[in-house]
């Protein structure tokens, strides 16, 4: 019940997060408009006077909102995180509850401690444990099909746990130049995915920075 009941409130969580993102992001395109200033363009012209092609107040505004919104994400996402761990760990003290104390255990007694809730079990393996907050156009990750703030549920052979960023280093070294299935989520939906990591012009075999 704790499981499902964290798993409703970490979905909600991630729910805010979407529509945190999607508000995000309809601001940056509104600064990104050709004649726009951008998120950090200048808002003068070659003479230093303000620019008149433009509406500076508004263009204030959308980035002070924009600000509030990043630190909006930041701190869900560390509510998600946190939420996560508890999970994880409920997840690694019911499996070690479910060992049989001695040889001598029942085969059926032996079936109710092992035995999950299906939605507990659930609220535990599709929750992801990193997010792409950071991709760089033309790198492996990009080219791939990954996209900003797509979830992580599952990189090769790394789900969530301890040590995640050696584990995913790890393995993203081990398969350079091997394709490796990943599991996401996408505005809600899951995707199965394939990357490359390989070698680029950019840091790293993939180009995305994730956040865990």
């Known amino acids: 019940m704790v499981a499902t009941n964290l798993k409703a409130e970490t979905v909600g969580l991630m729910d ?21 200033p951008g998120i950090t363009g200048g808002l003068v012209d070659a003479e230093g006077f303000p620019r008149s092609d433009i509406d500076i107040p508004a263009v204030l505004a959308q980035r002070r909102k924009l600000a509030e919104l990043r630190n909006d994400h930041k701190d869900i996402t560390n509510k998600i995180e946190k939420n996560l761990e508890v999970l994880h760990s409920t997840k690694l003290s019911r499996n070690e ?3 049989p104390a001695s040889s001598g255990t029942p085969a059926s007694l032996h079936s109710g401690l092992s ?29 791939d099909g990954l996209q900003l703030w797509d979830e992580i549920v599952k990189f090769g052979n790394v789900e969530a746990g301890d040590r995640l960023q050696e584990r995913l280093v790890s393995e993203a070294l081990s398969n350079e130049d091997c394709q490796v299935s990943l599991v996401i989520i996408r505005q809600g939906s899951s995707m199965n995915l394939t ?14 920075a994730p956040l865990h």
């Open 16 to 36: 805010r997060r979407a529509a945190v993102e999607a508000e995000m992001d309809a601001i940056i395109a509104a600064l990104s408009v050709p004649v726009g």
């Open 97 to 99: 509850a479910s060992i």
């Open 115 to 143: 035995q999950n809730d299906p939605m507990e079990e659930d609220a535990v393996t599709r929750l992801p444990f990193a997010i792409i907050d950071e991709l760089t156009d033309g790198s492996p990750a990009a080219v």
């Open 195 to 208: 990357v490359t990591p390989r070698k680029w012009h950019g840091r790293g075999l993939l180009g995305y």
